[in-house]
């Protein structure tokens, strides 16, 4: 490990060192001991090994070390001794772990609420577990200054600690929140990646679309303007470069794109953004410097930032300097790109590779090791699995399966009803990625693959399979359907409409009222604008798909005209056969502009015989001239006439004379 910058309070690990280090310097604190990842605090570290032990050093004026050991060097946090860590982070001075079950505990400065404990203490000296996310695996935490961000398993975000921008996402109201709290206004969204600044915080989807919240007072929000913002904000102008990753300072932002571009935006009043320039810029911009390269990997401190290039095995850093946190050997601030120094690393006796890069408020910490060892370089654009939400497939339903034959633990059925019931996750789960496809989701494009959808729902059909079967559709039926929004956040929060519609189950008559006809409901709740996305999104796929569609939605009028009366009460039977002709309604009117299918698939035959259309006529003519009729046998608001497309030319023949005749009598 390298480190550089200020250790003014030990937080470098390099012993009773005052001051500052402005070259990286060598620290053999956990040579050969397996170094997983480091976080880093205001004044504050934290080291992961790979045996899940957690070590820390630097200012423990809050027990953000939780140990009360010399804090110079770094020392085992021994209250963790019965957890496998699996991640770390600090904010300004509180610190978070997270074990290999998704359990969060919190440490240190605990006023504002970011410990998440319920509680607005000082200082908490020994790591806690937070009761309140015991339910939800936890994939991944950041924290602010004096907040925090997490990501669950099944797609939700969770936020806690001091509110006073806005930097929960919850609203204005709370100053703060000191237990954590769900934040619904991203549901059903795809995450790959949440992370937070000193008050702002921003949440990445696996397609990437940005949004931000919070602190926008030098315009790190990247909405090209410096009003804060109390919920989420989607960042439009990054819509289109494909950004994979994000990361934070105090006031500034960096977006690293797919193809290895870097965008800044934010406080600039240092240089922190590589402009060459010390303006702020509210909208995302481009490093110009480093265009000719790829940068896989970018870190924020508090008024600087770290990229590293793995082509020329190069770590550029720009900003503040003040304490040498730039590691260039010189005193100067930097406001663009300058090569960090690599007088101390140790090429004299191996050739090493950098595996990683990690910032502090004004420190930093490289990862190397030996060329021999032949881990690459981490590179920030690829999704690191273990980390981001589940998704749904072949490998996962393999897994389940077996999980359920073996164990009684209710605990394994709960957690595969959370997937199942998570949008979130089933919309991760079918990207398209011929070319990229998915990074071009937009109100034309839903960016999945339906053909693996129906590998995985012809899957789920197989007798194997049935009881994680029965598990997907009691989700669909009690949790996921009810819960679809009548207007979604984003439309990578829409596709579940698609794959749902290619779910067999749905074409079971046995489901029609539990699962077919809620969806349809769900569809017909929808706004104007994410409706009209649906329609767009209806003229693009296969004729088969379409016509799959329209025959499930013809079969279930049949249903509820032959069997309806049996099983339901009058009130329910009429508004499901308006919901199902309404639904019909919308796919005949895609039809008309996408021309999947020819206009007699959309007739009924077996209307004629099931319904009196002399009567239906009459009385869908009575209700537009407005006359309630006496007879309690024609009372009823359904008139198949309405929808003259489900009517073939006997029913038409029909109606025709029935209008003549009416006529005649008027």
């Given at each position: 490990?390298?480190?550089?910058?200020?250790?003014?309070?030990?937080?470098?690990?390099?012993?009773?060192?005052e001051?500052?280090?402005?070259?990286?310097?060598?620290?053999?604190?956990?040579?050969?001991?397996?170094?997983?990842?480091?976080?880093?605090?205001?004044?504050?570290s934290?080291?992961?090994?790979?045996d899940g032990?957690?070590?820390?050093?630097?200012?423990?004026?809050?027990?953000?070390?939780?140990?009360?050991?010399?804090r110079?060097t770094?020392?085992?946090?021994?209250?963790?001794?019965?957890?496998k860590?699996?991640a770390?982070?600090?904010?300004?001075?509180?610190?978070?772990?997270?074990?290999?079950?998704?359990?969060?505990?919190?440490?240190?400065?605990?006023?504002?609420?970011?410990?998440?404990?319920?509680?607005?203490?000082?200082?908490?000296?020994?790591?806690?577990?937070?009761?309140?996310?015991?339910?939800?695996?936890?994939?991944?935490?950041?924290?602010?200054?004096q907040?925090?961000?997490?990501?669950?398993?099944?797609?939700?975000?969770?936020?806690?600690?001091?509110?006073s921008h806005?930097?929960?996402g919850?609203?204005?109201?709370?100053?703060?929140?000191?237990?954590?709290?769900?934040?619904?206004?991203?549901?059903?969204?795809?995450?790959?990646?949440?992370?937070?600044?000193?008050?702002?915080?921003?949440?990445l989807?696996?397609?990437?679309?940005?949004?931000?919240?919070?602190?926008?007072?030098a315009?790190?929000?990247?909405?090209?303007?410096?009003?804060?913002r109390?919920?989420?904000?989607?960042?439009?102008?990054?819509?289109?470069?494909?950004?994979?990753y994000?990361?934070?300072?105090?006031e500034?932002?960096a977006?690293?794109?797919?193809?290895?571009?870097?965008?800044?935006?934010?406080?600039?009043?240092?240089?922190?953004?590589?402009?060459?320039?010390?303006?702020n810029?509210a909208l995302?911009?481009?490093?110009?410097?480093?265009?000719?390269?790829?940068?896989s990997q970018?870190?924020?401190?508090?008024?600087?930032?770290?990229?590293?290039?793995?082509?020329?095995g190069?770590?550029y850093?720009?900003?503040?300097?003040?304490?040498?946190?730039?590691?260039?050997?010189?005193?100067?601030n930097?406001?663009?790109?300058?090569?960090?120094s690599?007088?101390?690393?140790?090429?004299?006796?191996?050739?090493?590779?950098?595996?990683?890069?990690h910032?502090?408020?004004?420190?930093?910490?490289?990862?190397?090791?030996s060329?021999?060892?032949?881990v690459a370089?981490?590179d920030?654009?690829?999704?690191?699995?273990?980390?981001?939400?589940?998704?749904?497939?072949?490998?996962n339903?393999?897994?389940?399966?077996?999980?359920?034959?073996?164990?009684?633990?209710?605990?394994?059925t709960?957690?595969?009803?959370?997937?199942?019931?998570?949008?979130?996750?089933?919309?991760a789960?079918f990207?398209?990625?011929?070319?990229?496809?998915?990074?071009?989701?937009?109100?034309k494009?839903?960016g999945i693959?339906?053909?693996?959808?129906r590998?995985?729902?012809?899957?789920?059909?197989?007798?194997?399979?049935?009881?994680?079967?029965?598990?997907?559709?009691?989700?669909?039926?009690?949790?996921?359907?009810?819960?679809?929004?009548?207007?979604?956040?984003?439309?990578?929060?829409?596709?579940?409409?698609?794959?749902?519609?290619?779910?067999?189950?749905?074409?079971?008559?046995?489901?029609?009222?539990?699962?077919?006809?809620?969806?349809?409901?769900?569809?017909?709740?929808?706004?104007?604008?994410?409706?009209?996305?649906?329609?767009?999104?209806?003229?693009?796929?296969?004729?088969?798909?379409?016509?799959?569609?329209?025959?499930?939605?013809?079969?279930?009028?049949?249903?509820?005209l032959?069997?309806?009366?049996?099983?339901?009460?009058?009130?329910?039977l009429?508004?499901?056969?308006?919901?199902?002709?309404?639904?019909?309604?919308?796919?005949?009117?895609?039809?008309?502009?996408?021309?999947?299918?020819?206009?007699?698939?959309?007739y009924?035959?077996?209307?004629?015989?099931?319904?009196?259309?002399?009567?239906?006529?009459?009385?869908?003519?009575?209700?537009?001239?407005?006359?309630?009729?006496?007879?309690?046998?024609?009372?009823?608001?359904?008139?198949?006439?309405?929808?003259?497309?489900?009517?073939?030319?006997q029913?038409?023949?029909?109606?025709?004379?029935?209008?003549a005749?009416?006529?005649?009598?008027?």
């Amino acid at each position: 490990m390298l480190c550089w910058g200020s250790m003014a309070a030990g937080q470098l690990g390099l012993g009773c060192l005052e001051g500052a280090v402005w070259e990286p310097r060598c620290s053999l604190a956990f040579s050969g001991r397996g170094l997983k990842e480091v976080a880093c605090g205001q004044q504050h570290s934290l080291f992961l090994l790979h045996d899940g032990s957690v070590y820390t050093c630097g200012s423990n004026s809050c027990g953000q070390l939780g140990h009360e050991k010399a804090r110079g060097t770094p020392e085992l946090v021994g209250a963790l001794d019965a957890q496998k860590i699996a991640a770390v982070s600090c904010g300004q001075a509180h610190s978070v772990a997270v074990n290999e079950q998704g359990q969060v505990f919190t440490w240190g400065a605990g006023s504002g609420g970011q410990l998440g404990l319920g509680t607005a203490e000082e200082a908490v000296r020994v790591p806690r577990l937070i009761k309140k996310l015991y339910e939800h695996r936890i994939s991944q935490v950041m924290c602010g200054n004096q907040h925090c961000v997490a990501l669950s398993k099944d797609g939700q975000i969770f936020t806690w600690g001091q509110n006073s921008h806005g930097q929960l996402g919850l609203g204005k109201g709370k100053p703060c929140s000191l237990s954590p709290q769900p934040l619904k206004s991203l549901s059903g969204i795809p995450l790959a990646q949440i992370t937070a600044g000193g008050d702002h915080s921003f949440a990445l989807s696996l397609s990437g679309a940005v949004f931000g919240w919070g602190k926008n007072s030098a315009g790190q929000l990247g909405l090209n303007d410096e009003q804060d913002r109390a919920v989420p904000c989607h960042i439009k102008f990054l819509r289109t470069q494909k950004v994979v990753y994000i990361c934070c300072g105090e006031e500034h932002t960096a977006a690293l794109t797919k193809d290895g571009g870097l965008f800044t935006f934010g406080d600039g009043s240092q240089g922190q953004l590589g402009h060459d320039s010390t303006n702020n810029e509210a909208l995302p911009r481009r490093v110009l410097e480093l265009m000719g390269s790829e940068v896989s990997q970018v870190a924020c401190g508090s008024h600087h930032t770290l990229a590293f290039v793995p082509s020329s095995g190069m770590v550029y850093a720009f900003g503040c300097n003040s304490k040498g946190q730039l590691g260039t050997g010189t005193r100067e601030n930097a406001q663009s790109p300058q090569p960090v120094s690599h007088r101390e690393q140790p090429h004299t006796h191996e050739k090493c590779t950098i595996s990683k890069i990690h910032c502090g408020g004004d420190h930093n910490f490289l990862l190397y090791c030996s060329e021999e060892s032949s881990v690459a370089p981490e590179d920030f654009r690829v999704i690191n699995h273990t980390k981001s939400i589940s998704v749904i497939n072949q490998e996962n339903l393999d897994t389940w399966r077996v999980r359920l034959l073996e164990s009684t633990d209710s605990s394994t059925t709960n957690d595969i009803i959370l997937l199942f019931s998570s949008t979130a996750c089933w919309n991760a789960s079918f990207l398209d990625q011929s070319d990229d496809g998915h990074f071009k989701t937009n109100p034309k494009v839903p960016g999945i693959d339906l053909k693996s959808v129906r590998l995985l729902f012809e899957t789920l059909m197989k007798p194997a399979f049935s009881r994680l079967l029965e598990q997907a559709t009691k989700s669909f039926e009690s949790l996921l359907i009810p819960q679809l929004p009548c207007s979604p956040p984003d439309v990578e929060a829409m596709r579940i409409y698609l794959i749902l519609s290619e779910c067999p189950a749905l074409q079971d008559s046995k489901n029609y009222i539990s699962l077919t006809i809620p969806l349809a409901l769900a569809i017909l709740r929808l706004d104007t604008n994410p409706s009209k996305v649906l329609d767009n999104w209806w003229s693009l796929v296969d004729c088969s798909v379409f016509s799959r569609l329209v025959e499930m939605y013809k079969s279930i009028v049949v249903f509820l005209l032959t069997g309806g009366k049996a099983v339901l009460i009058p009130v329910f039977l009429e508004s499901y056969i308006n919901a199902t002709l309404k639904l019909l309604e919308k796919l005949h009117k895609v039809n008309l502009k996408a021309q999947h299918v020819e206009y007699n698939q959309f007739y009924i035959p077996d209307i004629t015989s099931l319904v009196d259309i002399q009567e239906d006529y009459l009385k869908w003519f009575l209700s537009k001239a407005e006359i309630k009729m006496r007879s309690p046998a024609l009372q009823s608001s359904v008139t198949l006439c309405a929808y003259p497309f489900i009517l073939n030319a006997q029913a038409k023949t029909t109606m025709l004379q029935t209008d003549a005749e009416l006529q005649m009598q008027v």
